[in-house]
């Protein structure tokens, strides 16, 4: 079996990037001499899943940060070749979040990091999701692209530890209701 | 001078009621046995200013909770009488924010509560708030009266201090950058 978790910043009023994919606001509040948790998080991690979205935002920084291999769900890119830089690290698949899950598990992947607000969203709505770390920036930004979106049903979290760091950032660990 | 302060509960996702002003997702996960620090925010405070909404709401709870007086924003009902119960108690009045600050200060008030989604939003786009305790709930609802809105600009925000509760709640108390 295969078990999705999330790791994400947000601005106070929920949001993870402008509307135009602009993530300055929270660049500029992160503090690198703090540690956010987030190698640990990636070391527990087999794979990253992500959107199109998110994985066109990373294509924009100055190199590619990821050791795991990631898996791009996407009905856009799926035809299309990966770039020549990517290949064995990236792949694309036009896939539900429910069918990426089986596929993820009958190839033995085990924990999943899952990123991008949109793919958060629709893995949420599907019950794929067994915990998020939210960690929280000291800004309204005003609008953007939502962490959080429609549900069919409320979803209940229970909190796991919270942590404010001195940059005030403050960072929440929800494991969700089965 | 007057200063506005807020202290409001929201759901993970950002929202402080459904659509229809139900907040029994946020009632059915707070313990009264847990101190969340009310009784001694209000007790720094002289008045209470909401907006109808918020105000239409707690007229529907089983009493009136509030010894401080009150003063409702509201265009619809400045023109209206006050219900015989709250005479004294409550105030109608149609004021902008900044009019409202500038006739509280003029009569003395110092320190007022601000409640209510709808004038929270329209006090942070005016730069009127001094400070917002956020209690964040465990719980996704998908939907409802959002906490925040739009801004013409970033606000941001220095940590004061956050704190977890068994329950589940982190609260989070930010000063609004000047």
Known sequence: ???????????????????????????????????????????????????????????????????????????????????PALQGKVRFADLTPRQAMAELAQQGVRRIYLDGGQLVQSFLREGLVTDMVITTVPVLIGGGRPLFGALPNDIDLKLVSSRAFPSGLVQSTYLVAP
């Open 1 to 83: 079996m295969t078990t999705a978790h999330v790791f994400i910043a947000t601005s106070l009023d929920g949001y993870i990037a402008r509307h135009d994919g602009d993530i300055g606001w929270l660049l500029q509040r992160d503090d690198p001499a703090e540690e956010h948790g987030y190698n640990d998080f990636i070391a527990g991690k087999d794979l990253i899943v992500m959107g199109r979205g998110c994985y066109q935002k990373v294509l924009t920084f100055d190199r590619w940060h990821y050791a795991l291999p990631v898996l791009v769900l996407s009905r856009q890119l799926a035809g299309t070749a990966v770039p």
